[in-house]
């Protein structure tokens, strides 16, 4: 199989201090791999280092095949790395217009600069501002010229740092789909910086989480959803709670029942829970538990459950309302997630 971008045992430190470490990554040739993790945990610095703006202290980065830094011997500079890049703030040159944007960034043998550059604008839906300055724009336009032009390289790697992140929700949405489809047009792999969960539904084949500079858990988003490796994976994918639960003879005590887990390996007496929306309902027998508050969203009902013992009430959704007071429930085991509870948040 050939890859877009592979990194092996790569490392990169900063004023002597780690920021990233054991890094092992492969890209398929054409994917569209989403950066995640919270601030501080290394996602910019590791794009900078595929881009080459930072060097790898240790191991390798691979571009297509092509090693282009071996933190020894080997380093490619960034502008020969045949990389595209889209920053957050746009970076357009202010005094030229949009379509000089994208001509000035087209191979130096290209014919009919100007018609290909037009032709780059139209495929993001902004050629009718081909002639106006990127001050003329609206940040989701800009947006769509800074794609066009990173295109315009025809680059092997597109780089993309939370571009979407200062947009509009709707034209954020917009962008997502209008990206995806030019990406998959021109065969063109992409690392997109992220900490919004939507940009992994919706535009990622390949989802990496940095915590601490090392990947946690990289994987399809499906892989992710189904079993997240930690407790902000977990949240990331949209898992609710984090609730400390008692934890004896390797299954959690909720209500004073045992609540098995078999994919678990909980070790401390307590353990942070978190569920999927459906994990939780009302049964005619199982744990005791209190609806103490009903809300609706969105066309469901959110209940939350007082369970003995917990100090803090568990959520649910219901399709039909349900009266407060006592209850019993039913918990999926499938649908959870448990955790060693570090006390960390």
Known sequence: MSHSLRLTGASRRLGG???????????PAGAFLVLAGESGSGKTTMLRMIAGLDRANTGTVEINGRVVDDAARVFIPAERRGLGMVFQDFALWPHLSCRENVALALPAATPKRAEVALALLERMGVAAMAQRRPAELSGGQQQRVGIARALAAKPSLLLLDEPLSALD????ERLREELRESLRAAGVGAVLVSHDPEDCWKLADQVAVLEQGVIRQAGTPQALWEAPASP?????TGAHGGVSVPVADGAVLLGGQPLPHPGARLRGPRARLFWRDDAIRPAAQGIPAEAMDLRFEAGRYCVRWRIAGLTQPLSGYTAAPVPLGAHHLAIDPARIFLFDDSGDN
């Open 169 to 172: 929700l709707e034209t954020r």
């Open 17 to 27: 201090r780690p920021v990233l470490h054991g890094i092992d990554l492969a890209l």
């Open 232 to 236: 902000y994976i977990a949240r990331f």
